[in-house]
């Protein structure tokens, strides 16, 4: 359609202040104000002669791009609105190309806007703002180094500030991560060497890296920063997100940070960390000390108490439930107060039952009012009817709970599983875990689930082919590579293969305390007793339990020292007096602690 045909002239017969009126009610107020310009200058003046007769055809090129673009033709509206904005120098007609074109989708016509609304006033750090994230959502990420290097060079103190900060999100959808990564680097020259922006720009280089999976050079940005300003928090984080990428070298980063003020957030961020690597001793340090720093985070005596829930220390575990019970009842109900409470009855629910007295424990489960964790719930039910021999009932149960979504069915067999684990039915439970691994065979927690129950039915060659098969598949799952390899190191087979196995466990893991136990274990089978003494007790200082504590007695007796053996032992037995390694232990050597 002709936009510029014979329904031009009838509008230029209209007096331009009507032709103002139409278009301060319909496009751009501010331009049809006497007096009101933009905020920054046209490229340029216009002769005041010729004034009304400009603003006239402008006036109504603005009305007919607008209404173009809401009748679905973005395009004509939008080369309307850039002919007006190359005509007039306005800067706000320049942005409203722009936005049309993206609103349509059309990111070359937006590039072609903000590259005109550029040149045309090059000062315009609007301008400069829009090329930069255009070009950087249209992949060209190299294009984009000028205008990067122009916005932080115009960059107020405060603002360069936030846009630094930004610079990762940015750049997050760039295909060419390492590209991302060499731009920022480089566009961040100076501010690499300032003391006041140093750390937070290290830092977002060390995130570029990160994402690019340059992890050497995140490395060596983030103790950049840190070394700049040991308590930076931003730089600790990054420390440990690359602690959680498997890179162990970061933590070496964390001490003096750690020595300062440090946040309380990063704080338990690093006690989860260590959580997740069993590393039960030092992640209790660090929430010790949010509880000191802050004793009224609810959530890190929560945490506290279900680490010494683990450790066996229950009296000190009920008193963490209870104080954080007290301040969980100041906050308003919430669903993260509810799932609090859950947790807390839950473990206290566990308490209970490790004292013995189930109908405490099954007191504090009645209290549970949270349909979000039925199953879990039920499952703790279930496994106290277990303990009292009511097996049947307890897999009824299980199996009554309805479901709601299409992992409930997985969900309640592996449920029903535990419960045969724990009376005791190994083979049953094995069985039962095959239906779990048939509906996801590829899933291979499951299928290591498997093994184990494989290796507890007396089946260690179908261990051993399942565990083969989890290998081959990912080779990095140590899990699965020392399971193999302690079970070959447990029966006295092919021991040289089994430290093989376990040392390559290490490789991925190398402060898994259950990994450096096995370490220990088949070291004490190859007869490297003193050696494999050191092993195990560098391993029950990380995480004291009850099965390395089997292991370190059996050694200490094999060494003669049976004093301290039997310490060893009765230190276990108060972790937990059920641990069927340390009860066969104590039964094979005949040994009453």
């Given at each position: 359609m002709d936009y510029y045909g014979p329904m031009v002239h009838p509008f230029r017969r209209i007096r331009p202040a009507a032709l103002a009126c139409v278009a301060a009610t319909c496009v751009f107020p501010a331009l049809a104000q006497t007096g009101e310009r933009a905020s920054e200058p046209a490229s340029a003046p216009v002769q005041e002669e010729e004034t009304a007769a400009l603003n006239a055809e402008l006036f109504y090129e603005l009305l007919l791009s607008e209404i173009t673009t809401s009748e679905g033709d973005p395009a004509t509206g939008y080369n309307l609105m850039l002919d007006a904005a190359r005509r007039s120098g306005d800067p706000q007609l320049y942005r409203r190309a722009t936005e049309i074109a993206l609103q349509?989708?059309?990111?070359?016509?937006?590039?072609?806007?903000?590259?005109?609304w550029k040149e045309a006033l090059p000062q315009s750090r609007d301008a400069n703002r829009y090329l930069l994230r255009i070009l950087v959502a249209l992949n060209r990420v190299d294009d984009s180094a000028g205008p990067l290097r122009q916005e932080l060079a115009r960059s107020s103190a405060r603002d360069k500030v936030s846009t630094i900060r930004a610079l990762p999100l940015l750049y997050a959808r760039a295909s060419d991560k390492a590209l991302a990564a060499r731009?920022?680097?480089?566009?961040?020259?100076?501010?690499?060497?300032?003391?006041?922006?140093?750390?937070?720009?290290?830092?977002?280089?060390?995130?570029?890296y990160l994402a690019a999976d340059d992890k050497a050079r995140a490395l060596e940005a983030a103790g950049n920063a840190l070394g700049q300003n040991p308590g930076d928090d931003g730089a600790a984080m990054l420390a440990l997100q690359l602690l959680e990428n498997a890179v162990p070298e970061?933590?070496?980063?964390?001490?003096?940070?750690?020595?300062?003020?440090?946040?309380?957030?990063?704080?338990?961020?690093?006690?989860?960390?260590?959580?997740?690597s069993q590393r039960l001793a030092d992640a209790q340090a660090q929430v010790d000390a949010v509880t000191r720093e802050q004793p009224d985070n609810a959530q890190a005596w929560l945490i506290r108490a279900s680490l010494q829930l683990q450790?066996?220390?229950?009296?000190?575990?009920?008193?963490?439930?209870?104080?954080c019970t007290q301040l969980l009842e100041q906050d308003p109900a919430t669903e993260q107060r509810q799932r609090a409470l859950t947790q807390i009855y839950l473990m206290q629910s566990q308490i209970a039952e490790k004292r013995g007295d189930l109908a405490q424990a099954q007191a504090w489960l009645a209290r549970i009012d949270d349909a979000e964790q039925l199953l879990a719930v039920q499952s703790r039910h279930a496994s106290l009817l277990v303990r009292q021999g009511r097996l049947d009932e307890a897999r009824a149960l299980i199996r009554a709970i309805p479901e709601k979504g299409p992992d409930d069915a997985r969900l309640k067999l592996q449920a029903e599983v535990q419960l045969l684990r724990e009376a005791g039915r190994y083979q049953q439970a094995y069985e039962l875990q095959g239906k779990?691994?048939?509906?996801?065979p590829q899933d291979n927690e499951l299928v290591y689930d498997q093994a184990m129950l494989a290796d507890k039915a007396g089946r260690p060659a179908e261990m051993e082919r399942l565990l083969r098969a989890i290998i081959a598949r990912q080779p990095d799952h140590h899990h699965a590579l020392n399971a193999l390899g302690f079970s070959l190191a447990d029966r006295g087979v092919r021991l040289q293969e089994a430290k093989a196995l376990i040392v390559k466990a290490l490789e991925y893991a190398p402060d898994d305390p259950f990994i450096t136990d096995s370490l220990g274990w088949v070291e004490f089978r190859l007869g490297n007793r003193k050696e494999a003494l050191d092993i195990l007790e560098r391993a029950f200082r990380t995480r004291p339990d009850a099965e390395i504590a089997a292991h370190i007695g059996e050694v200490l007796w094999s060494l003669g020292q049976r004093d301290r053996a039997l310490a060893v032992w009765r230190e276990g037995l108060r972790i937990n007096k059920d641990n069927d390694v340390l009860k066969g232990t104590l039964k094979r050597l005949r040994v009453r602690p």
């Amino acid at each position: 359609m002709d936009y510029y045909g014979p329904m031009v002239h009838p509008f230029r017969r209209i007096r331009p202040a009507a032709l103002a009126c139409v278009a301060a009610t319909c496009v751009f107020p501010a331009l049809a104000q006497t007096g009101e310009r933009a905020s920054e200058p046209a490229s340029a003046p216009v002769q005041e002669e010729e004034t009304a007769a400009l603003n006239a055809e402008l006036f109504y090129e603005l009305l007919l791009s607008e209404i173009t673009t809401s009748e679905g033709d973005p395009a004509t509206g939008y080369n309307l609105m850039l002919d007006a904005a190359r005509r007039s120098g306005d800067p706000q007609l320049y942005r409203r190309a722009t936005e049309i074109a993206l609103q349509s989708r059309s990111g070359e016509s937006a590039l072609a806007a903000a590259r005109a609304w550029k040149e045309a006033l090059p000062q315009s750090r609007d301008a400069n703002r829009y090329l930069l994230r255009i070009l950087v959502a249209l992949n060209r990420v190299d294009d984009s180094a000028g205008p990067l290097r122009q916005e932080l060079a115009r960059s107020s103190a405060r603002d360069k500030v936030s846009t630094i900060r930004a610079l990762p999100l940015l750049y997050a959808r760039a295909s060419d991560k390492a590209l991302a990564a060499r731009v920022v680097r480089l566009a961040l020259e100076k501010e690499l060497n300032d003391p006041a922006l140093g750390p937070m720009a290290w830092t977002t280089v060390g995130r570029m890296y990160l994402a690019a999976d340059d992890k050497a050079r995140a490395l060596e940005a983030a103790g950049n920063a840190l070394g700049q300003n040991p308590g930076d928090d931003g730089a600790a984080m990054l420390a440990l997100q690359l602690l959680e990428n498997a890179v162990p070298e970061a933590e070496a980063l964390l001490p003096r940070y750690l020595a300062g003020k440090p946040l309380p957030e990063v704080r338990m961020a690093y006690a989860r960390v260590l959580l997740e690597s069993q590393r039960l001793a030092d992640a209790q340090a660090q929430v010790d000390a949010v509880t000191r720093e802050q004793p009224d985070n609810a959530q890190a005596w929560l945490i506290r108490a279900s680490l010494q829930l683990q450790a066996g220390e229950l009296d000190q575990a009920e008193a963490a439930l209870q104080r954080c019970t007290q301040l969980l009842e100041q906050d308003p109900a919430t669903e993260q107060r509810q799932r609090a409470l859950t947790q807390i009855y839950l473990m206290q629910s566990q308490i209970a039952e490790k004292r013995g007295d189930l109908a405490q424990a099954q007191a504090w489960l009645a209290r549970i009012d949270d349909a979000e964790q039925l199953l879990a719930v039920q499952s703790r039910h279930a496994s106290l009817l277990v303990r009292q021999g009511r097996l049947d009932e307890a897999r009824a149960l299980i199996r009554a709970i309805p479901e709601k979504g299409p992992d409930d069915a997985r969900l309640k067999l592996q449920a029903e599983v535990q419960l045969l684990r724990e009376a005791g039915r190994y083979q049953q439970a094995y069985e039962l875990q095959g239906k779990v691994v048939a509906l996801a065979p590829q899933d291979n927690e499951l299928v290591y689930d498997q093994a184990m129950l494989a290796d507890k039915a007396g089946r260690p060659a179908e261990m051993e082919r399942l565990l083969r098969a989890i290998i081959a598949r990912q080779p990095d799952h140590h899990h699965a590579l020392n399971a193999l390899g302690f079970s070959l190191a447990d029966r006295g087979v092919r021991l040289q293969e089994a430290k093989a196995l376990i040392v390559k466990a290490l490789e991925y893991a190398p402060d898994d305390p259950f990994i450096t136990d096995s370490l220990g274990w088949v070291e004490f089978r190859l007869g490297n007793r003193k050696e494999a003494l050191d092993i195990l007790e560098r391993a029950f200082r990380t995480r004291p339990d009850a099965e390395i504590a089997a292991h370190i007695g059996e050694v200490l007796w094999s060494l003669g020292q049976r004093d301290r053996a039997l310490a060893v032992w009765r230190e276990g037995l108060r972790i937990n007096k059920d641990n069927d390694v340390l009860k066969g232990t104590l039964k094979r050597l005949r040994v009453r602690p």
